[in-house]
T-cell receptor, first 113, second 114 residues
């Protein structure tokens, strides 16, 4: 069965520090990979996605993620976080050529001054 | 059941017709979300309800789209004068609060516009 694992439920960091939010998936078929962010009182917003091509994907707000097929990972990184990055971050996959969306359980990024 | 229920599961209609999609959230969940998902693409956020009110409707693609929620329970998403680009899976999710609580998704309504 396909699944998405976000090992860290919470990640506290200080402002301007680098951060990495981990995401691993398991699937017997190819997948598309996504990171979503949810700010308070809002719905999910797409941060970035990997469909094909370069394994390093750049998204909005200075975030980037790297697809590692051998490790089945798609970790999200930002070199220097801001207070405004405090939010819930969700990793998700869609099985190739389908619209079945599978989410991880989310990681709460808390940025402190 | 205890999960989010959406109906119909599939809807095929002709261009120009109106459609109504229904979402029954988990009982007691105050937050309700509508998303659209095209084949192989990510979620597109449409609208969010906290209780019966929608603080932000800016995600709705056009004025043909509208949504309402009554009794802090059932929500309907209505698309008027459907176009072929409206073809997608429409997903509903609910959560117990608007933030820091997992969203529970329904199985979606697959809408096909001929």
């Amino acid at each position: 069965a396909q699944s998405v694992t976000q090992l860290d439920s919470q990640v506290p960091v200080f402002e301007e520090a680098p951060v990495e939010l981990r995401c691993n998936y398991s699937s017997s078929v190819s997948v598309y990979l996504f990171w979503y962010v949810q700010y308070p009182n809002q719905g999910l917003q797409l941060l970035l996605k990997y469909l094909s091509g370069s394994t390093l994907v750049k998204g909005i707000n200075g975030f980037e993620a790297e697809f590692n097929k051998s490790q089945t990972s798609f970790h999200l990184r930002k070199p220097s976080v801001h207070i405004s990055d405090t939010a819930e971050y969700f990793c998700a996959v869609i099985l190739y050529n389908t619209d079945k969306l599978i989410f991880g359980t989310g990681t709460r990024l808390q940025v402190f001054p | 059941g205890a999960g989010v229920s959406q109906s119909p599961s599939n809807k095929v209609t002709e261009k120009g017709k109106d459609v109504e999609l229904r979402c029954d959230p988990i009982s007691g969940h105050t937050a309700l979300y509508w998303y659209r998902q095209r084949l192989g693409q990510g979620l597109e956020f449409l609208i969010y309800f906290q209780g019966n009110s929608a603080p932000d409707k800016s995600g709705l693609p056009s004025d043909r789209f509208s949504a309402e929620r009554t009794g802090e329970s059932v929500s309907t998403l209505t698309i008027q004068r459907t176009q072929q680009e409206d073809s997608a899976v429409y997903l509903c999710a609910s959560s117990s609060e608007s933030f820091n609580q997992p969203q529970h998704f329904g199985d979606g309504t697959r809408l096909s516009i001929l």
